[in-house]
Nanobody, 128 residues
Framework: QVQLVESGGGLVQAGGSLRLSCAAS????????MGWFRQAPGKEREFVAA????????YYADSVKGRFTISRDIAKATVYLQMNSLKAEDTDVYYC?????????????????????WGQGTQVTVSS
């Protein structure tokens, strides 16, 4: 069992920045690779970024490369998503997720199907 709580969402103007946080509790945080996904009404859940258990490997969707950075603090059991140069199309509900799957290749960590636990989401709205 692991519980995830996202925070840090809000309303920003295009070109601005936000940092999302995801605090984990329950099972040992270091056991899980972590990911961020986003979803708009009527659309599929979209991969944003992922990070391996020890933080040594990261993956990003093409749409956010160069603008977003994922990181984790194992001691604080928290994963972060730093979002810079935000665009209107980044507007979505952002979800934190944890994967207990042993594999950490991009094929696994970029798919929502391989994540076991999810937070409730935090709204990010970017105005033009």
């Amino acid at each position: 069992q692991v519980q995830l709580v996202e925070s840090g969402g809000g309303l920003v103007q295009a070109g601005g920045s936000l940092r999302l946080s995801c605090a984990a509790s329950g099972r040992t945080f270091g056991t899980y690779a972590m990911g961020w996904f986003r979803q708009a009404p009527g659309k599929e859940r979209e991969f944003v970024a992922a990070i391996s258990r020890n933080g040594g490997s990261t993956y990003y969707a093409d749409s956010v490369k160069g603008r977003f950075t994922i990181s984790r603090d194992i001691a604080k059991a928290t994963v972060y998503l730093q979002m810079n140069s935000l665009k209107a199309e980044d507007t979505d509900v952002y979800y934190c997720a944890a994967s207990g799957i042993s594999g950490e290749a991009a094929l696994i960590l970029t798919s929502f199907r391989f994540y076991n636990y999810w937070g409730q989401g935090t709204q990010v709205t970017v105005s033009s």
